[in-house]
């Protein structure tokens, strides 16, 4: 069985840096939150646009206020007001200054703002009584960024700042990746509906809505696939028709070695390479990962079925392998950070062992707190609420209160 680790190197090289079946789009500057930026943006205006006053106050030449003080203040006239948007129409001469506003055009003759406050006003004069310093509160055009220079590089994903960046740099539509389209489906004979009153024996499906609700968040689109009964020819003719129609399948159920776990034999029969049959951890052990490279490359990842089985295995797989294929350039990967833990964690050792629970702030600091109840892969019940998972290593089998862990962070904190 493959550690962790070499699973993912495996599943990592199933989706290229520049994989052939990242499709381009251009939504408008509103719809393109959350997407990822397909072309670098290199601007065609220089940042500033014109040399313009930080502050409010007087555009002044810096020679006529080099010596002003309390007792000898520069006294200079008022020879235009500018307000922010407005082109100046004169020339500053010696003994001359400007009435300007935050963000309007410095006049010509003029090179340094003084600000209001260290000024006085008498009529059309404005008297100065602290030496500015040389260009003090201009900001000179360009002096941020220029014409020709690279804003926003292609592969991240769009968020305030960048949208914003954007629309300083007039694109109000942008390229973006097509999102990654995830078919999703449950198997099993016992499986039934939310809306359905349970028989004896059955259970109803959370693995479809918890996937479908993960593979939005992480920025693709899902394909609902409903529940699949564990029947050879239902099962391969719904693999069949979501490796057609998707860039990743996810199946729950049906990988262990039962004798209702057909999932393997079918992708085998479908022209499958399977990567992986199991990896050494827990929850999660019995994963599937495979792909199509006869037909469209499509990674199918069979999960297993107990429920927090399935969504330990899409945080740790998954939802990095979406973000790869979505067009991130970096930060796909799954992000680990150290934190004290403030309960005491045990493992058998065997196998890498995921323990959930949630970071909590403790005066100022991260802890983790494990989640009450009981710890079953079975039970999702203590899943909800938590926002990062513990890891112990194979061979690491306590964790004492107080002891920096390792966590996966599975929603924000
Ligand atoms: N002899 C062995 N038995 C099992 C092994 C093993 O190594 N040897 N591994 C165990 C582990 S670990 C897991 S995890 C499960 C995984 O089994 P499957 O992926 O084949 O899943 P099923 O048998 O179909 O279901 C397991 C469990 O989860 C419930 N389930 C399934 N689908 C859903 C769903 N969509 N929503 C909610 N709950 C679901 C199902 O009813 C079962 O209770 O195998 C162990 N057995
Ligand atoms: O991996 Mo199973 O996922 O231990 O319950």
Same mark, same amino acid.
């Given at each position: ?116 406050? !260290? ?21 000179? /055009? ?14 991240? /994903? ?16 942008? /390229? ?39 593979? /939005? ?98 945080? !740790? ?33 065997? !196998? ?62």
């Amino acid at each position: 069985m493959l550690q962790v680790s070499d699973v993912e190197a495996v599943i990592s090289n199933l989706v290229q840096p520049l994989d052939p079946r990242r499709d381009i789009e251009i939504v408008d500057l509103l719809a393109a939150s959350d997407r990822i930026l397909a072309n670098p943006i290199t601007s065609q205006l220089d940042f500033p646009h014109w040399d313009n006053s930080a502050m409010d106050g007087y555009a002044v030449r810096y020679a006529d206020v080099q010596q002003a003080n309390a007792q000898q203040p520069a006294i200079l006239d008022i020879v235009e007001e500018i307000p922010a948007g407005y082109q100046p129409k004169t020339t500053i001469q010696p003994g001359q200054a400007a009435r300007i506003f935050t963000g309007a055009v410095i006049p010509t003759g003029a090179d340094t703002v003084v600000m209001q406050e !260290r000024t006085s006003r008498e009529e059309n004069r404005v008297l100065i009584q602290v030496a500015p310093q040389p260009k003090e509160y201009v900001r000179h /055009k360009g002096s941020y960024y220029q014409a020709g220079n690279q804003l926003l590089p292609a592969g991240i /994903k769009l968020k305030a700042a960048e949208i914003a960046v954007l629309a300083a740099a007039q694109c109000p539509q942008v /390229k973006v990746y097509r999102r990654p389209k995830v078919a999703i489906f449950s198997t099993g004979d016992e499986l039934v509906t939310p809306n359905t009153p349970l028989q004896p024996g059955q259970i109803v499906d959370s693995n479809n809505y918890a996937l479908a609700t993960l593979v /939005k968040e992480t920025g693709a689109e899902p394909l609902l696939l409903g529940i699949v009964k564990d029947n050879p020819v239902a099962l391969q003719e719904t693999i069949a028709y979501a490796i057609a129609n998707a860039d990743i399948v996810l199946s729950s159920g049906g990988v262990s070695v039962g004798e209702y776990d057909y999932v393997d034999k079918i992708l085998e029969d479908l022209g499958a390479e399977i990567h992986i049959r199991a990896v050494e951890m827990t929850p999660g052990k019995p994963l599937t990962v495979a792909n199509f490279p006869q037909q469209n490359s499509a990674i199918y990842f069979g999960l297993p079925g107990n429920p927090v089985s399935a969504l330990v295995t899409f945080w !740790r797989f998954v939802q990095p392998t979406i973000k790869k294929l979505a067009g991130l350039s970096e930060g796909w990967e799954a992000k680990f950070i150290k934190v004290r833990s403030h309960d005491e964690l045990r493992a058998n050792g065997k !196998r890498e062992t995921y323990i959930w629970g949630k970071l909590n702030l403790v005066a100022d600091v991260y802890e983790f707190h494990t989640a009450g109840g009981t710890h079953n892969s079975g039970n999702l019940i203590n899943l909800a609420q938590t926002n990062a998972l513990a890891v112990l290593s194979v061979g690491q089998t306590l964790i004492t209160a107080g002891e920096e862990v390792q966590v996966l962070l599975i929603a924000a904190v």
